[in-house]
């Protein structure tokens, strides 16, 4: 079955604790992104990767880092988590050609709690 | 910069009937516009998209949304509302990023409630 799969579903922790939610996908796709979501202001990007060793900030990078060494996969890393990053987290991954549209297929998300 | 506005962040319908979902975008370039629903506790999934093909788009579970330039609007109906259709809802521009891919750029949501 194709689909993004996202690891943890959930998580509490403290500030500071560093943490990584991993996320995967088994469509070969070159794109992929992560997004936050809060309510009140929809879905707004984090990073976004264009394919393996390549990646570039989005519309609110600042306290993530993002990897891309494989194609497949695209963790995002939080080094000091803060309160403020509380939020659902949301990967999603794309073909990237014209004739699909640029459709993104997103996982099922990950809600992060920081204490 | 692209953007999508959703007018009323709640709306709230009875089952059968009509159901309107507001969408306005602003682009500089012709846009690929997306709607996306949102079932409580799960990831987005697309209901339909734009791609400058027909302007009257038919999606799944009977939504559909009509392209309107002259209005910049892309608003969502479905003729007759069921209790399932109770998610929430986002619109969506796509700007093309260079070497690929695209960026999506959400609106704020609008969350259906579909009463007996």
């Known amino acids: 079955e194709a689909q993004v799969t996202q690891n943890p579903r959930y998580l509490i922790t403290v500030t500071g604790k560093k943490l990584t939610v991993t996320c995967s996908q088994n469509?070969?796709?070159?794109?992929m992104s992560w997004y936050r979501q809060d309510p009140g202001l929809g879905l707004r990007q984090i990073y976004y990767?264009?394919?393996?060793?390549?990646?570039d900030k989005g519309d609110v990078p600042e306290g993530y880092k993002v990897s891309r060494k494989e194609k497949r996969n695209f963790p995002l890393i939080l080094e000091s988590p803060s309160p403020n990053q509380t939020s659902l987290y949301f990967c999603?991954?794309?073909?990237?050609?014209?004739?699909?549209?640029?459709?993104?297929?997103f996982g099922p998300g990950t809600r992060l709690t920081v204490t | 910069a692209q953007s999508v506005t959703q007018l009323g962040s709640h709306v709230s319908v009875s089952e059968g009937a009509l159901v309107l979902l507001r969408c306005n975008y602003s682009?500089?370039?012709?846009?690929?516009l997306f709607w996306y629903v949102q079932y409580p506790n799960q990831g987005l999934q697309l209901l339909l998209k734009?791609?400058?093909?027909?302007?009257l788009v038919k999606g799944i579970n009977g939504f559909e949304a009509e392209f309107k330039k002259s209005e910049t609007s892309f608003h969502l109906t479905k003729p007759s509302a069921h209790m399932s259709d109770a998610a929430e809802y986002f619109c969506?521009?796509?700007?093309?990023?260079?070497?690929?891919?695209?960026?999506?750029?959400f609106g704020t949501g609008t969350q259906l409630k579909v009463e007996l």
């Open positions: 999603a991954s794309s073909l990237g050609q014209v004739d699909r549209g640029y459709e993104q297929y």
């Open positions: 469509m070969n796709h070159e794109y």
């Open positions: 990767s264009m394919n393996v060793e390549v990646t």
């Open positions: 682009s500089s370039v012709p846009p690929y």
């Open positions: 734009y791609t400058s093909a027909a302007t």
């Open positions: 969506a521009v796509s700007d093309i990023l260079t070497g690929g891919g695209n960026k999506l750029t």
